[in-house]
């Protein structure tokens, strides 16, 4: 079985200003076949500087599984991941790790693999390096 390129994703939040719009987008991409979330935590750092750990089953609180039925791996996330996570977070402010795959790859990952392919280099570019040189080529 192929399995496309993996990432851990730490993304902060300041204020914890959430609005609703993430995991919807997130469960888009998920159901396009774009994404496989292997599995998810949220580490919230309050005030005094305590951080707290949700696993991200119920996230709202309402008693349904708003990430549950997209995780395919829980606890693949470790206690290592979080520390560095937290370690970055300034007092109220929370941080969304997600490990995930790039399920679109699968397919031509073993594709390349019967070729006897073999990856010998590959770097992820951040997006505001991209959207960057965008804008500086259309200048």
């Known amino acids: 079985m192929a399995v496309g390129p993996c990432e851990l994703l730490i993304v902060k939040f300041p204020g914890n200003q ?3 719009e993430i995991v919807p987008a997130l469960r ?6 774009t994404i496989k979330i292997i599995d998810t935590i949220f580490a919230i750092k309050d005030e005094k500087g305590d951080v707290a750990v949700l696993e991200l089953k119920d996230i709202d609180g309402d008693g349904k599984a708003d990430f549950l039925e997209i995780v395919e791996i829980d ?8 520390d560095e996570a937290a370690a970055v977070l300034e007092p109220n402010s929370s941080a969304l790790l997600l490990l995930f795959e790039h399920a679109w790859a699968a397919e031509v990952t073993q594709a390349m ?8 280099y590959m770097e992820r570019i ?12 259309r200048a």
């Open 28 to 33: 888009t991409l998920v159901e396009k076949g």
């Open 75 to 82: 606890g693949a996330i470790g206690e290592e991941d979080v």
């Open 113 to 120: 693999r019967n070729a006897a392919g073999e990856v010998v």
């Open 126 to 137: 951040p997006a505001a390096v991209v959207e960057e040189a965008i804008v500086a080529a």
């Open 18 to 20: 959430f609005k609703g």
